[in-house]
């Protein structure tokens, strides 16, 4: 399990429990988290904001001291909102088809899949119009209703971790760059493993500290925020989800695609609305997926 104690470290990929400084504490206060802090998709949110970020020494899995509660973060998730998400409707459309074209060459529809932390529903809509029975669970209130409002999605507002299902219910389960923001995430990936039918699929996506993006950044990396708890590289992350009894079928690099004028407002904070649209990749390497199926026990 995860530990919140860091007297008493112990490293949820290898078990070692000797870690070093990676990154020091910036611009943390006693304040409590805030919603604005919770949504990583925002504007600013919590950027240049986080606690001593740590390296084990045995395997370089990197996590953040937690500086809030368990039940301080999940009521900021709760209360997000992200108003100009739907500016990059067509750009995160685009991404998920290909998304979904990658899946299809391990599982193929009509199935049922689970999407865990859904947002307002996008990826959801895209696999549903590709013939999958979908279903969501999202903490923002806020995003769960645009999703059963806008999509006509069956989305639950809640915490996964908290939200009961009944084992071996899904063909397919996918989470978006949501594993790093999980207090604990092999029970998670563990519930995970339980919940899928046989021979099911997995399919999750995180960010890459060990990328040629965030190693030229360093500290600078604009992921390195309050409610990414965890840091992975591909090793690590392979790792994490083979400890969990999943068989990598794949993994490799996300590439993203956004506007000009929506990326300069997420990082500036600033209104680019007057610019022209003009959709461009982002090759920073530092998003990376995987689709693994479901092991049986002997």
């Known amino acids: 399990m995860s530990q919140m104690n860091y007297n008493k470290w112990k490293c949820i990929v290898c078990g070692g429990d000797r870690k070093k400084l990676l990154y020091r504490e910036k611009r943390i206060t006693k304040s409590k988290i805030t919603p604005?802090?919770?949504?990583?998709?925002?504007?600013i949110g919590s950027r240049g904001r986080h606690g001593k970020i740590w390296k084990c020494d045995t395997c370089g899995f990197v996590c953040q001291d937690f500086t809030f509660s368990e039940n301080e973060l999940n009521n900021?998730?709760?209360?997000?909102?992200?108003?100009?998400?739907?500016?990059?409707?067509?750009e995160r459309e685009h991404l998920f088809e290909k998304c979904l074209d990658r899946i299809h060459q391990h599982i193929k529809p009509p199935g049922k899949m689970l999407d865990i932390g859904c947002n307002a529903g996008i990826f959801l809509n895209t696999a549903r119009r590709m013939g999958w029975k979908t279903e969501g669970i999202e903490p923002s209130s806020w995003a769960a209703r645009v999703a059963r409002e806008r999509f006509e999605l069956k989305v639950r507002t809640g915490i996964f971790e908290k939200t009961r299902y009944k084992p071996g219910t899904y063909d397919v389960i996918t989470s978006w760059d949501v594993l790093e923001h999980f207090v604990d995430p092999v029970m998670v990936l563990d519930k995970i493993h339980k919940l899928l039918k046989k021979d099911g699929v997995l399919v999750l996506s995180t960010i890459d500290i060990n990328?040629?993006?965030?190693?030229?950044?360093?500290?600078?990396?604009?992921?390195l925020i309050r409610v990414h708890l965890w840091y992975f590289t591909p090793d690590t992350f392979r790792r994490l989800v083979e400890n969990s009894g999943f068989e990598i079928s794949w993994m490799?690099?996300?590439?993203?695609?956004f506007s000009l004028p929506y990326l300069l407002t997420r990082f500036t904070g600033k209104n680019f609305s007057w610019m022209p649209t003009i959709s461009l990749p982002a090759p920073t390497g530092d998003i990376i997926y995987l689709v693994?199926?479901?092991k049986q026990s002997d």
Not at 36 to 43: F, P, R, S
Not at 76 to 90: L, P, R, S, V
Not at 252 to 257: F, S
Request: proline content about 4%; aromatic content about 20%.
């Open 211 to 223: 990328s040629w993006f965030s190693l030229v950044l360093g500290s600078h990396w604009p992921w």
């Open 292 to 294: 693994a199926r479901k």
């Open 36 to 43: 604005k802090e919770a949504v990583c998709t925002g504007e």
């Open 76 to 90: 900021a998730y709760k209360g997000g909102t992200d108003e100009i998400y739907f500016e990059q409707y067509k």
């Open 252 to 257: 490799g690099p996300q590439i993203r695609w």
